[in-house]
Nanobody, 116 residues
């Protein structure tokens, strides 16, 4: 079992910044491939950013140039630095850990609200 604990969400004005953290614990020796997803009210959950075990990253087009995903393997933590936030970034943000064999775990989510 792997537990994921997200933190760092909150209310911010448009143009502001937030940093989300996702700490992994449990049966995990090293951070696997990690991703940040978000789900806005009435919409499907979407991938925002992902980072591989080797550190390769990819982003959804709408956040490129504004969000940065990073990982600290020593702390078993992945981060999402969000800048130039827009009201359309408002959503619940979830952390996902994808292990070898297709096994994955989700965090409980953290609310991000961007006011205009």
């Amino acid at each position: 079992q792997v537990q994921l604990a997200e933190s760092g969400g909150g209310l911010v004005q448009a143009g502001g910044s937030l940093r989300l953290s996702c700490a992994a614990s449990g049966s995990i020796a090293r951070l696997p491939e990690m991703g940040w997803y978000r789900q806005a009210a009435g919409k499907q959950r979407e991938l925002v950013a992902a980072i591989s075990r080797g550190g390769s990253t990819n982003y959804v087009d709408s956040v490129k140039g504004r969000f940065i995903i990073s990982r600290d393997n020593a702390k078993n933590t992945v981060y999402l630095q969000m800048s130039s936030l827009k009201p359309e970034d408002t959503a619940v943000y979830y952390c996902k850990a994808e292990l070898v064999g297709g096994i994955y775990y989700w965090g409980q989510g953290t609310q991000v609200t961007v006011s205009s």
